[in-house]
DNA sequence: TTCCATGTTAACATTAAGTTTACACAAAGT
DNA sequence: ACTTTGTGTAAACTTAATGTTAACATGGAA
C-alpha cells in the first residue's frame, strides 16, 4: 500500500446507518468520520476537510442537496468526491444531484455491499490532493499562507490570480498543465474568461519573479520547472 | 478550444438504444462509435482505444461481464472507464462488475438524461494527464505528464504531434502501426493531411531522439523498437 | 469620490508548429 | 537493368499558438 489512509465523512440522521455503513469502511481502512445532520456534516468537513463525503438527501438542519451546493462554491471542496444516499430514486433529483456536483449516488434502502463497492471504485481512480503546504523549489519558495513567493531571500507578493497561478504550477514541478486545467483550477469552472487572459498572467508572473522557471508548451500549457 | 473530444464506444444489441443514446451523447460533444454484440465491441475497442466503453450486460456472442473481463486483462484497456447497462438490479451482479473493474451501473430502462449525468460527471473528475501512463523502454522514458522523453538521462522536449507519435509508436514496442491508425490516432478522424505529413514526423523525432528506435516497415507503417 | 491595484480584453507582433512540395533514393517486382 | 512503388529529406509555405502592449473595467481602500 501507500499513503494515508482516505478520510471519509458521513452524513446521515439515521445512527443504525452511520453504525453499520461506518463500520465496515473502517473494516475496509478507511478513517471514517460522522455528522447527524446537514449542519454538522459542514462542521466536520471544514474541520477534517474529508477525501470523500457520502450525504444523505434527507436530513435535519440542512438537506445533503444544500451541503453539497455549499460545499461545492468553496476551493477547498472543488475536488472531494461526494456520494449521496437517497430514497428517492426518481430522475429529476438523480440529475440535480450530479449536475451539481455529486459523483455517485447509491438508492436506499442501502446494500452495504454496494456501497462499500462503489467507495472502492472512486477511490481506486483517484489520486490525492495535495494539501495546502509551503512549496520549496530550489532557490524558491512559495508560502500560501502568508502568501509570499521568496526568490534567493528576496520577498515579493504576487496579486492573487497569479499566485495562485505559480502555486498551481508549482505544486508539481515539472507536470504540465493543460490550459484548461489552469483555467479550472484558478479562474473556476464555470467562469468564462478570453484565450489571451491566462498568457497575460503568466507574462506578469514571469516578469516577477525574475528567473524563468515557467515553461511554454506549445499546443500543451505551461509547466514549472527548476 | 482544446483536446480532442471524448471517444465513447457503446456496445448494446438493441439499435434503438445505440441510436438514441449515441445521438445524445453526440450533441454532448463526444466522439461515438457503436457495437451490437460482445465480440464487436471487443474489436472497435481495439482500433479505436475509447475513453469509455458502455456495455450492456445482455448481449449476443459475448455478455458485457465477459468483454469486461477481457479488456481489464489487457494493459491498453487497465484505465479505460466502463459503465455497464443492465436490467438486472440484483446485487450480486452489481458488486461482480464493480470488483472486476467497472466504474459505474445505469440500470434499464436507460433514462437517457441520467446516463448522459453520469458520463458527463464521469469525465469531470478525470484528469486526462493523471491517467496517462509513462512508458520506459530500455533507455528511453517517455513521461505525458511532464511532456518530456529522457534518452540516456538526456531530457529533451518535443513538439505536441511529435511527442504524441512517439507516445503512440512506444505504446507498444514491436507492434507495427499503419499509416492510417497512426493518422487516426494522432491527427484523428477527420483530419485530412497529405501522405508525407507522417514520414517528416517521423524524421523529426529520429533527428531529435538520436537513438535509431523506429523502424520503418515497408508498405505497411512503423513500429518503435529497443 | 478618487485613487490604485488587479483583472480582463482586444489588437497586433512574433514565433513555433504543422503541412505541402518537389525531388532524391532505395527496395521490390518484372 | 529498368520500372514501379514507397519512403527519406530539405526547404518553402501555411496555420495556429503564444507573447506583448496598451487600453479598459472593476472593486476595494483611503
Redesign the pocket.
Known sequence: MEGKAKKILIADDEPDILEIVGYNLEKEGYEVHTAKDGIEALEKAKNITPDLIILDIMMPRKTGVEVCEILRSQPLFQDTFIIFLTAMSDEASQIKGLEMGADDYVNKPISTKVLISRVNALFRRINPKDTDKLIRIGEITIDPVKFLVNIKGEEM????????LVYLLASRPGRVFL?NEILSQV?GND??????????????V??KLGVDC?T???????KFDA
Chains 1, 2 share one sequence.
Open positions: 507578493i504576487l496579486a492573487k490570480k497569479e499566485f495562485e490550459r479562474w467562469v468564462i474568461v478570453g484565450d489571451r487572459t491566462i498568457d497575460v498572467h503568466i507574462r506578469k514571469r516578469q515557467i511554454t508548451v506549445k499546443g500543451v500549457g505551461y
